[in-house]
Every structure is written in C-alpha cells, then in structure tokens.
C-alpha cells in the first residue's frame, strides 16, 4: 500500500481473551461491525486476530483460529472493496496454513507476531501468497515470553534479531518489498523497557524497511499515565496516549500504527503529517 502518509490499522480482534477489548467482537457479527465501523472512522488497514497474545495466554487450535477469521475477514474485504478509498484487510496470524487460507479469503498483508518463528512454514507461505508481510520481534510464545525479556542493549538487539529473521525470509523467496518490520512493543519487553525501543524507532528504520507500531493499549502506556499511587491505568483509558504515540511514530516516518480507537490515530497522523510537511 502506498506511503505517503502513515497507515492506520484498526484491531479487529474476534478472540474472547485479548487483554485490551477480549469478548467484545468474539462472533463473525459483532467483528465485522466492529471492523465497518473502524473503515468509517478512517481506517486503512483491518486486522483480523483469532488468536490472543497477551501474556499468559495459551494457543488455540487451528480450526478455531481459522472459524474466527475467515468469515470476518470474507466480509471485510468485500467492504473494503466497495470502498472509494484505499483500504485493506490483514490476518493477525503466527501459522502458515491459517495466512494462506485468510490470503484466499481476501487478506493482503499476513501479520505474525513471530515473525515466522512460531510456524517453519510461515516464510514459505507468505512467499507463495505475495502479500504484505510484517515480521514482528519476538522470543516465544505468550505463555513463556515474560521469562525471555533479557537483553544486552535492547534497540541493538530487536534491531538484530529482526535483521537476521529478514534474511531467513529473503532466503526463503520473500520478496523485499513485501517486508515491514515491528518492534513488538510488550513482547518480551516489560514496561519501561519499550520506551527506547520506540523512542530510537530510527535504528530499526535503518534497515531499510518499512515500520509498523503497535503501542496501542499497552501496559507500560498505562504506567506512564497513572495516577499518584502508581497503578496502571485501565486498558480502555490508554487511548489518549496511545494517540500521542500515533503523533510521534507518525512523525518519526512510520509506515503504520496499528490501534484500537482508530479516530483519534487518523487524525493524530494528519497532525503529524502536516508538521513534517512543514518543515
Ligand atoms: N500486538 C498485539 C497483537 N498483534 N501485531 C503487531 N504487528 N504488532 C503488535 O504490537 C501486536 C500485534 C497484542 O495486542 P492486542 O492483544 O491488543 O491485539
């Protein structure tokens, strides 16, 4: 998709547990409004998510995973097409089989958290579908990442690893220019420890692909707006600062922002848009 500004792509999580929004769009319905309503707001991209990642959570089996995203993302991408603007469908996936399936579907981009680490066929796969793909940093799954946070600089070391999970891919007949790279702010990095992963965003960007962010909600967003006592504030009232996220990354150059209040974020963008234009 194009890059003249920075995309927004709203979270359509059909998942009873997410940490953020878990139960609220767990049925093909209540997803695929959910995921109009965001397109309305302004969203560039829809990310379909069968499967939660907070910490702790455990894997679902395969055919759950692909009952919950198929449907919402059949209808999504039906809408999108009828669209006058640009916009498009993800699958928030770590398995091969469900990218491939969701590709046919309608998806565009594949979006693994693992980066192809969960699954060996997942470079295989996105090869052989051609779409965007987004290489998230990541150590292991959900229920153990919280014991890999160990690092020996940790904007070196995302930097890295990505760089070396870019290199499988490239081996593995992913073409360049269907490569994003995300940081994995809140995988196997706790609270404070995200802060320069974002702030020195530009170490990732130097490796020559573009970036997707995804601070959205998260819990060291809660840490920084907390009240006197310390207490993190509630997932739903991080939207704020996760707007102030969209604004900085945005002006940083990022190629998205992925959230999920998507209008504060579309016009955060246009704010930043506007600033770097003015330069
Ligand atoms: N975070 C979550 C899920 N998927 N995908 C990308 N590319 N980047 C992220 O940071 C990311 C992701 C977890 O958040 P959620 O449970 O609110 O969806």
């Given at each position: 998709m194009g890059f003249d500004r920075?995309?927004?792509m709203g979270i359509v999580n059909v998942t009873p547990d997410s940490f953020s929004d878990g139960g609220r769009w767990a049925?093909?319905?209540?997803?695929?409004?959910?995921?109009?309503?965001?397109?309305a707001e302004g969203a560039d991209?829809?990310?379909?998510?069968?499967?939660?990642?907070?910490?702790?959570?455990d894997r679902v089996?395969?055919?759950e995973e692909l009952a919950r995203v198929l449907p919402v993302i059949e209808q999504l991408a039906a809408a999108c097409a009828g669209l006058d603007r640009p916009a498009t469908v993800s699958v928030d996936t770590m398995r091969a089989a469900v990218a491939v399936q969701a590709a046919q579907a309608g998806a565009s981009i594949i979006n693994d958290v693992s980066g192809g680490l969960a699954d060996p066929n997942m470079a295989e796969a996105a090869a052989q579908t051609g779409a965007t793909y987004v290489a998230m940093h990541w150590r292991g799954h959900s229920n153990i990442m919280d014991d890999l946070e160990c690092y020996d600089s940790i904007v070196a070391d995302v930097r890295s690893e990505l760089a070396s999970r870019v290199d499988a891919l490239l081996a593995a007949g992913v073409r360049r220019d269907q490569i994003?790279?995300?940081?994995?702010?809140?995988?196997a990095k706790a609270g404070e420890a995200n802060w320069p992963v974002l702030a020195q965003m530009e170490s990732l960007q130097s490796l020559g692909f573009p970036v997707l962010i995804g601070a959205s909600r998260k819990r060291f967003l809660g840490m920084v707006v907390a009240g006197p006592d310390g207490t993190p504030v509630a997932p739903a009232q991080r939207d704020d600062a996760t707007a102030a996220v969209t604004a900085l990354a945005a002006a940083q150059g990022a190629w998205g922002v992925r959230v999920h209040e998507v209008k504060a974020s579309v016009d955060a963008v246009k704010v930043a848009r506007a600033w770097r234009q003015a330069r």
């Open positions: 920075t995309l927004v049925t093909t319905e209540a997803a695929v409004q959910r995921g109009l309503r965001l397109l991209i829809l990310d379909v998510g069968g499967e939660s990642t907070r910490p702790g959570a089996p395969v055919e994003v790279l995300d940081p994995g702010l809140g995988f």
